[in-house]
């Protein structure tokens, strides 16, 4: 990737310096040795968005798109080598390896810091540091962290304005006080070296450094950096949780509402299933939207109360339709950065999946900038490619979503992408064996990160990639969570993916996925039936209303079943992969472990 000029804003723009002495000390320190030609301090204006997309367009860093198709969209092509996150790359510098566990690469913190600081040594040389201050979650929440993030990419400035609440409300929120609590985020793109490309984590200096990446993941460090490792290593010091969720409301024709929590891995339809469309059997039925990744909660009066801190949506494209997603459809209609999609010859975007029907463009420019036609080998977008969508795009985005407060929890679900043995959904019995089932669920790895796609692997609450400190203490955490709840979410398991013998699909899931919802909402309503099995509560095909849905009894059965012999492995694969942990787990969840082994043998 060509490496972008310095820039001089016009007057007015650019010039936005906090007070606070302590942010204009450390950019002070960071300019003095990366060495930037000017320091650009963003305050999230429009004036200064139009300036930086113009100067991104002169740079060949964005291409407009037709601005008849999608208004005020534009596309951003990545360095080939550089399209996902790293997690290979990724670590936690914690004092002792201990506290950063067995999932997460450690690097000892000064070793790191020397490194990194070696690495940014006149990095900035010719180009534009930029400020950005941010905050993540509602202005009037008690949970909001303040972060400031410098950066050498305007692609960066451009996705955190997005993704973000930036400017003059971070600055306001922080204030004068020298020892207010801030994240500290330096990113630099160096020269996009996978050789010299880590993200490293900081958590006891609430810091981030990242550098030799453009890729959303690895650089909006709001998101994974912030929002989930540090954050959950702040949530587990303070009381609460960062978790890797989605939140959406669930509202009845008769005005009834609740609100669920759901973890899925990266890339397993998170986006899809905050923002289903009811199919028209359920007429009445809305769903919202709170948030589509990230969901912090902490306890209030016994429950369990939810905000999401991101402004926007950084979603996976391919696959999106107006069959599979219309609401993400709609919002990536306008105002939205595109990366590493194809661009139609009539200047839209496009990307597999995106006309279910098979009627795709005869030519295009592939995200690599190659002519693509359906005849090539190469597929037209990236199979990660992403939307940045700002959330208020979403014509399903929840009334409550700036609520410092929180949303209310109902349910809390589990989730993975398992071809066999995971039943459509399930009911854990109470918290403790609900701990039990997200830090068991494992699920098949997806474009998201680099490295092979497609393989099973264990991802205890879709946080393997994301926990800031060690699984084990994290486990501790979510069990000590529950004894504080008097009215704790029900905990379940959900499995969209799980195959037929002929490797067909048996669940149609997307809008569908509504049925599924609405059995879990009577469950929290105590008006669902179901039945007791060793792994938890099932419901029977009559607990789930099927009716209009044209799908095979057979499928229905072997869906909402569970295989005894199947079971047996997985248990096994429950056991292996606690002991691969290295004695961390609390002993509640090994009981828990025995107690299911057990309730198979009754
Ligand atoms: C994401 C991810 O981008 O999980 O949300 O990778
Ligand atoms: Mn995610």
């Known amino acids: 990737m060509k490496m972008s000029p310095a820039i001089f804003p016009p007057s007015g723009i650019g010039d936005a310096r906090p007070a606070n002495q302590a942010v204009l000390d450390w950019v002070d320190e960071i300019a003095k040795l990366t060495e930037p030609e000017n320091i650009f301090w963003c305050d999230g204006s429009d004036r200064e968005n139009e300036f930086l997309i113009g100067e991104s367009l002169k740079e060949n860093l964005l291409s407009k798109l037709n601005q008849k198709k999608v208004p005020r969209s534009y596309l951003h092509r990545s360095d080939p080598n550089d399209v996902a996150r790293v997690e290979q790359f990724t670590f936690v510098c914690t004092p002792t390896k201990e506290e950063a566990g067995p999932t997460n690469n450690w690097s000892e913190p000064g070793e790191t810091y020397t490194k990194l600081r070696g690495l940014l040594k006149g990095a900035m040389r010719g180009r534009t540091l930029f400020v950005i201050p941010y905050i993540m979650g509602p202005p009037d929440s008690p949970l909001t962290k303040v972060g400031f993030e410098i950066t050498d990419s305007k692609y960066v400035v451009l996705n955190m304005r997005i993704m973000t609440r930036m400017g003059e409300i971070a600055v306001k929120r922080l204030g004068n006080d020298p020892n207010a609590e801030w ?9 996009i070296n996978p050789e010299r490309r880590f993200i490293c984590h900081f958590p006891q200096d609430n810091a981030i450094i990242s550098v030799g990446s453009g890729y959303g993941g690895n650089v909006l460090l709001s998101k994974k950096c912030l929002a989930l490792r540090i954050g959950s290593y702040l949530a587990r010091k303070q009381g609460w949780l960062a978790e890797h969720m989605l939140i959406l409301g669930v509202e009845s024709p008769e005005g009834k509402k609740h609100y ?7 890339a397993c ?18 769903v919202t939207t709170v948030g589509d990744d990230i969901a912090w909660m902490q306890v209030r009066d016994g429950r369990l109360y939810a905000i999401n801190p991101e402004n926007g949506y950084f979603g996976v494209v391919p696959g999106t339709s107006y069959k599979s997603n219309p609401n993400a459809m709609r919002s990536i209609a306008h105002d939205t950065l595109y990366t590493n999609v194809a661009l139609t010859d009539d200047g839209d975007v496009w990307w597999e999946g995106k006309d279910p029907d098979g009627s795709g463009p005869a030519h295009a420019i592939d995200w690599r900038g190659n002519d693509w036609t359906p005849n090539s080998k190469e597929k037209a977008a990236h199979p990660n490619s992403r939307f940045t969508t700002p959330m208020r795009n ?7 979503v700036e609520k410092g ?5 109902s349910a809390i679900i589990f989730g993975g992408r398992r071809g066999d043995t995971v039943p459509l959904v399930h009911e854990a019995f109470d918290w403790a064996h609900g701990v039990y089932l997200g830090a068991t669920m494992a699920s098949e790895t997806t474009a998201a990160a680099t490295g092979a796609v497609g393989k ?8 393997l990639p994301f926990c800031g400190y060690n699984i084990g203490d994290y486990f501790q955490h979510w069990l000590d969570i529950g004894k504080r709840l008097t009215n704790p979410p029900l905990i379940f398991n959900v499995n969209w993916f799980r195959k037929g013998v002929t490797g067909q699909f048996l669940w149609p899931g997307f809008g569908e996925n509504m049925r599924v919802l609405k059995w879990i909402i009577d469950r929290c309503e105590q008006t669902g039936g179901a039945l007791k099995s060793p792994i938890g509560w099932l419901p029977s095909p009559h607990d789930l209303d099927l009716a209009e849905l044209d799908i095979d009894h057979k499928c229905v059965a072997e869906i909402l079943g569970i295989d005894h012999e199947e079971w047996q492995k997985e248990i096994a694969g429950h056991k292996e992969f ?21 309730r198979f043998k009754e």
């Open 260 to 266: 669920v929590a759901a973890a899925f891995p990266s």
């Open 269 to 286: 339809g998170k986006t899809n299933f905050a923002m289903l469309i009811p199919p028209d059997h359920f007429k009445g039925w809305k």
């Open 394 to 400: 979403n014509p399903a985005i929840d009334s409550d």
């Open 456 to 463: 099973v692997r264990h991802d205890p609450m879709a946080m």
């Open 183 to 191: 994240n500290r985020g330096v990113h630099s793109l160096l020269d």
């Open 578 to 598: 606690f002991d691969s942990l290295g004695g961390v787990v609390p002993e509640e969840l090994l009981e828990q472990s025995e107690q299911l082994a057990a």
């Open 405 to 409: 407060g929180g949303v209310p929890i």
